[in-house]
């Protein structure tokens, strides 16, 4: 059975299958590969500024380490991310896809919703973007409860591990446009009910061909992969 809906195509991290997640040269290799749209991790880095980076640490993939909520912009500037990229702003992730794609921002770390809220303001008076251009997404309700009292308008997607109707029920309070559900326990029937409620189903990280095309089958609105050239 064909599905007959466009599955948008979003790249996770940028394209972190193919370049190091959440550089600009990841998300610049997304938009070649022809994506929908992007999606990015932020926290708030020691200086106050929204830093695209996906740990709590910089242990893992840099040259530096210790919680990254600790060092300063200029600080951050210095390490290298697999030896060779920078870690960058939201600002400058902004600058790059320049209202090309939608970029879904996911407010990894604390205290990220004021100031997410804020740039996005900013370039929708300033830069002329609008608020489709947009989806913040988390798996911390508080902080998408924040975004949601500073700005009625921004979208938003509740992150879930688990496809339960209490997910459904919160992103309901929450007046969420979307539901970002983990692809390993969802199904179709799941996919119906929160469509049925208003909500885009946008479910991640998919990178197997035939789990790609269940997906498909499954009718989600849109895929979240490593390798979007995949979808």
Avoid at 92 to 114: F, P, Q, R, Y
Avoid at 127 to 144: T, V
Wanted: glycine content about 4%; overall charge neutral.
């Amino acid at each position: 059975m064909k599905n007959a809906i466009k599955t948008l195509k979003i790249g996770h991290r940028g394209a972190m299958g193919y370049v190091a997640e959440n550089t600009l040269e990841s998300i610049q290799k997304a938009m070649d590969l022809g994506v929908d749209g992007i999606e990015i991790d932020v926290h708030l880095c020691a200086s106050g500024e929204l830093i695209v980076f996906h740990d709590l640490t910089l242990d893992r993939i840099t040259n530096g380490q210790g919680a990254i909520s600790k060092f300063t912009l200029s600080e951050l500037k210095k390490l290298k991310i697999d030896n060779n990229f920078e870690i960058p702003t939201l600002e400058e992730v902004l600058n790059l896809i320049n209202k090309t794609h939608t970029l879904n921002i996911e407010l990894k770390g604390k205290d990220t919703a004021s100031e997410t809220s804020a740039i996005i303001e900013k370039y929708i008076k300033k830069k002329s973007w609008n608020y489709s251009d947009f989806l913040i997404s988390s798996f911390h309700k508080q902080e998408l409860k924040e975004v949601r009292n500073i700005n009625k308008s921004i979208p938003l997607a509740l992150l879930t591990n688990v496809c339960s109707n209490d997910a459904l029920k919160f992103a309901e309070t929450i007046k969420a446009n979307a539901i970002h559900p983990n692809y390993v326990l969802l199904n179709k029937e799941y996919v119906i009910e929160a469509q049925k409620r208003g909500f885009k189903v946008n479910t991640w990280t998919v990178n197997n061909l035939e789990t790609i095309k269940r997906m498909k089958f499954y009718g989600v609105d849109a895929i979240i992969s490593d390798f979007p050239d995949r979808l």
